[in-house]
T-cell receptor, first 113, second 113 residues
């Protein structure tokens, strides 16, 4: 079955530590790929997106993500996490022959002082 | 400019009542999506409007759910004979076109007693 998988439901990191959030998909041909963040009480905000070209994309708030075709992955990274990054992060996929966004179940990030 | 707005922000209703949720997309956006986010879950696609095309209703969970979009702008999601399992946050998003970045509203939190 086609799916978007975020295997980590909760992650806790210390402030200043590096972060990697995993996202895997199973939609065949390279889809459009997105990462969104949902802060407590806030709407979803786009962090970054990948359509084609350079497989390492830069986003807002110091985030980046790398598309790896061979692994069907689009992992989100940040070199140094800030307390304000505590939020829920969603990976989303738009398959090649579809117009719908398919979201992962999200990863909740907790940042320890 | 103004973002996507949704009203009401919170709605508490009794089981069996009908509810209407409203979404005002960003002006000029031709695509509009409705999602449902249940506690601890990812985003579940409900329905998608694109311009004057027939909406994609493939995500509506039952015939109690319906949506319309008037004049290519405002959209209303209607849930008839609400059930307790309908309790969730209902999110609306709009975009310039198909497969483009979606901009989300703050959501309507629906509680069915």
């Amino acid at each position: 079955a086609q799916s978007v998988t975020q295997p980590d439901i909760h992650i806790t990191v210390s402030e200043g530590a590096s972060l990697e959030l995993r996202c895997n998909y199973s939609y065949g041909a390279t889809p459009y790929l997105f990462w969104y963040v949902q802060s407590p009480g806030q709407g979803l905000q786009l962090l970054l997106k990948y359509f084609s070209g350079d497989t390492l994309v830069q986003g807002i708030k110091g985030f980046e993500a790398e598309f790896k075709r061979s692994q069907s992955s689009f992992n989100l990274r940040k070199p140094s996490v800030h307390w304000s990054d505590a939020a829920e992060y969603f990976c989303a996929v738009v398959p090649l022959l579809d117009n719908k966004f398919y979201f992962g179940s999200g990863t909740k990030l907790n940042v320890k002082p | 400019g103004a973002g996507v707005s949704q009203s009401p922000s919170n709605k508490v209703t009794e089981k069996g009542k009908d509810v209407e949720l409203r979404c005002d997309p960003i002006s000029g956006h031709t695509a509009l999506y409705w999602y449902r986010q249940s506690l601890g879950q990812g985003l579940e696609f409900l329905i998608y409007f694109q311009g004057n095309s027939a909406p994609d209703k493939s995500g509506l969970p039952s015939d109690r759910f319906s949506a319309e979009r008037t004049g290519g702008s405002v959209s209303t999601l209607t849930i008839q004979r609400t059930q307790q399992e309908d309790s969730a946050v209902y999110l609306c998003a709009s975009s310039w076109g198909e497969r483009d970045t979606q901009y989300f509203g703050p959501g309507t939190r629906l509680t069915v007693l």
